[in-house]
Structure formats: C-alpha cells, structure tokens
C-alpha cells in the first residue's frame, strides 16, 4: 500500500487475485478486519431505479458535468481550426468573464494546452470525451434536422377511388359545418353531392338544409340555430329588419343570419318582403 502526495493511498493486489474475483475498472472493494488480517470482498454492484430521460449528458466517472458557460466556451472554440486555436486567438474570441471560464476549465482539465513539436505556439486541445459528449451530440442533432428539412421527392398521385372521393367530400362538408356551423351552396349539383355525404347528419336531425328564394341551399347545425335563433329572432319585427342590420348587431355573419332566417320562414315563423328584409310573420 502506497501514499501518494495528496494523501490518498493505492493497494496494489496480486494478478491472480483480480482475476478470481473478476476485478474490472470501477469496482468498489469492501475491506473488514478480522483480528490480526484483513477480508477483501467486491462490493456488490446498486441496480439504481431508471431515471427520468434527459437530452442533456449526465455525469458519470469519466464525462464530468459541465456548466452551460462551460459549454458556451468550447462552443466558441469549436468556431475555430485546430490550428488556430492558439492563446492569443482563443482569448481575443472570449469576453473576460469566459476567459475565467476557461481559465477555470484548464484547471479541471476540460480542455488542455499542447504543442507538437516545430510548433511556436501551444493550442487548446479538447479532450475526446468531452468533445463527443458536449459538440458532437449538438452537430448530430442539427445534421439530423436538416435532413429532416430536406425536401422529399413527391410521390406519384394516383386519382382516388370513388368511395375515398364520397369520404372525402363528407369530411370537406363536416368540416366547414363545424368551423361555422353552416354552409351555403350556390350549385344544385353540389346540393345534391352535399344532401348525399350528410345524409345520415341530416336523417338524425343534426343537420338542416333548405332552398331559399335567392336559389342557394343553405345548411345549418342545429347546435348553431340554437345558439342563434334567440339573438336574431328578437330583433324581427313586425316593419322589417335587414339582414346586415341583424349582422351587425349579434355579430353573426350575413350569410349565417341568412341560413337561421330561411329556416325560420320555411316554418313560418318569418316572412322575407324584400331581398333580405324580414319581418314577423
């Protein structure tokens, strides 16, 4: 057993002896006394419960933690060629408070100086591990990226089939009655194409449609009636009132004052006596 300067001490055990036990790097050692000798054991090895995933790279015997100045810094070297990561360049590339940062980091041997030989100057040297484990990591996750920003070759549109057209045309009207809650359509064609992709909306009575007088088929939720019918049926009177007048008040759009008063005068309820004017009926 051997004391170094620093006060730690090194037992150096026999070659047989590391390999019946199958001693390796790292291994912690149990020493007891038992009277006028010594008992030495491997200490079993602490299966940790897993932790909590991270993109950041945890410590361990050999890859220190480093501080994100820490990491600033070598990022900042990194911006240079090896061969021109000389003191005086590192130093003009760093404010005063990196400078005692890496001043600090040599210390601890996060970074190193080193000359071959013909060279006049020492150069900062970044230890592997360190490098893989702090600027490798950033460069692979920017290559990555960027490929995934690449653009893709666009593959061959093929003309989909009749039953994917009748979904999607279903999912197009569905869409818009929920962003709305209505939908005018100006063509009976598209009418007819609508009235079939909501026809099971319509049958459960989630959904009404009806032709108004100016030609166009408007459709509504009735979540969407409800929630209008008392805004706009309070202000028809019996003179008459405009549809924008109505619009501007409740802060329905036109075209969706318009689908709750065609339904309201297919039941009666109102009469249009001029191009969007209504009144009571």
Known sequence: MNKTKSGKLFLYLPT???????????DELDIVKQ??????TKRPVQIAAPAAKSSAPQ???WMPALTAMEIQVLKKMDTLRYNERTKEKVNALLNPDERKVLADMLKKRFVTLFKKQGDADFKYSIPKTIYDSFLMRKKAVVEKKAAEEKPQARPVEQKPKRWEQTIKAENAYLTGLEANGYLVIGSETEASAASAALEESVRRGIVVGIRSFNKKFYIATKAFITKSLPKIGKMIGPKGTSVSEISKETG??????????YIMADNGDVTEIRKDIFKAA
Request: net charge negative.
């Open 16 to 26: 047989d002896m590391v390999a019946s036990m199958k001693l390796k790097e790292a």
């Open 35 to 40: 009277g006028d000798s010594y008992t030495i």
């Open 59 to 61: 410590a361990t015997p």
């Open 252 to 261: 329905i759009d036109e075209d969706g004052v318009r689908a709750v008063l």
